[in-house]
C-alpha cells in the first residue's frame, strides 16, 4: 500500500479538490442534500471549519480550517465520500474494478483529491475567489453570486465580498486566483 505524505501542520487552513470518478455525471448538485447530511453528520463527530465551498455537478472545491492538534483531514473527507456514497441508490449496471469490489467501493469517487497547505492571508484568499468563481469559470452561473452551490451568499453577509463581486464582464483580468 502506498504512503502517502501529507504536510499537515496541525491547526492549519487546506484547499481541497475533490472529482467524481465519472465527470460526466451529476451526482453532486442532483443530491446536494445528501451531500451536506454526509458533511454535517462528520462535521458532528470531528469538527472542522468549511470556509468556502463550492460544489459543481462532478467536482468541488473547499477551505477547510482543522482544529488545533488536529491534522487528520483524510479521515474526514473518506468518511464523508463514503457517506454519500452508501446514501446513493445503487446504479442498475455499475462498472466496478477488481480492487473496487475486493474493497466493498463503489465506483463514485476518485480516490485521490488535491490538497494544497494554505500558507497565509494572501494564498487563503485567491483560493477563495477561485472557489466562488469557479461555476463561473465553468459555464454554470453567469456571475458568483447566481450559483445556488456555494459559501459566497454567507461570505457577501459576513462583508467577505461585496453582492457584485465578479458579477459578469471581464472581472476575471483582474482577479489572480488560486496558487501562482
Known amino acids: 500500500m502506498t504512503n502517502y505524505r501529507r504536510n499537515a501542520p496541525s491547526g492549519s487552513s487546506f484547499f481541497f479538490t475533490v472529482n467524481l470518478a ?3 455525471q451529476t451526482l453532486l448538485v442532483d443530491n446536494v442534500e445528501l451531500l451536506r447530511a454526509a458533511f454535517r453528520e462528520v462535521q458532528g463527530r470531528h469538527p472542522f471549519t468549511i470556509d468556502a465551498i463550492v460544489v459543481l455537478p462532478e467536482h468541488m472545491h473547499a477551505i477547510w480550517t482543522l482544529p488545533e492538534g488536529d491534522r487528520d483531514y483524510a479521515m474526514r473527507w473518506r468518511l464523508i465520500k463514503s457517506r454519500f456514497s452508501r446514501g446513493l441508490a445503487p446504479a442498475p449496471i455499475e462498472q466496478l474494478s477488481r480492487s473496487q469490489m475486493l474493497k466493498g467501493e463503489r465506483n463514485i469517487w476518485q480516490r485521490r483529491y488535491w490538497e494544497h497547505t494554505l500558507r497565509d492571508e494572501d ?8 472557489i466562488h468563481y469557479n461555476p463561473v469559470k465553468h459555464g454554470h452561473a453567469p456571475n458568483a453570486g447566481a450559483w445556488p452551490f456555494s459559501s459566497f451568499a454567507r461570505m457577501v453577509r459576513d ?18 486566483f488560486g496558487e501562482r
Not at 494564498?123 to 477561485?130: I, M
Not at 453582492?163 to 489572480?176: K, L, P, R, S, T
Open 22 to 24: 465519472d465527470r460526466r
Open 123 to 130: 494564498d487563503f484568499s485567491r483560493h477563495a475567489d477561485y
Open 159 to 176: 462583508s467577505v465580498y461585496a453582492g457584485d463581486w465578479a458579477g459578469g464582464g471581464d472581472e476575471d483580468d483582474d482577479h489572480v
